[in-house]
């Protein structure tokens, strides 16, 4: 079972206390933007055998939104950060790169 903590109220909740969001860190395309880039905003999506990072809503706690970069093969939690972050913090990304060295994802190696 997945269990991550609520980075807004301290709670360690199982996955049955949480909302699924889909993937974090999506890079929206706003007006004058091409077809291409909006289509891939809509429904292009990362679907890794390792490291993740997703978006959680704390729905039966305090209802607030935020991101967990885990291992979807392990279900290991790197840890979890407040979703108003536009990347992972640096001990997060420590974390990964503890357990996967030479790990590297988009434009945070
Ligand atoms: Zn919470």
Known sequence: MLILTCPYCGITADETELAPGGEAHLKRHGPGSGDDEFHSYLFTRENPRGV????????????????????????EVFGTYKA????????VRAAITARHPGWSWRDFS
């Open 52 to 75: 993740h990072f997703e978006r959680w809503r704390h729905a039966y706690g305090c209802g607030k939104w935020f991101h967990a970069a885990r291992d979807t093969m392990t279900l």
């Open 84 to 91: 108003q972050t536009t990347e992972p913090p640096k001990e």
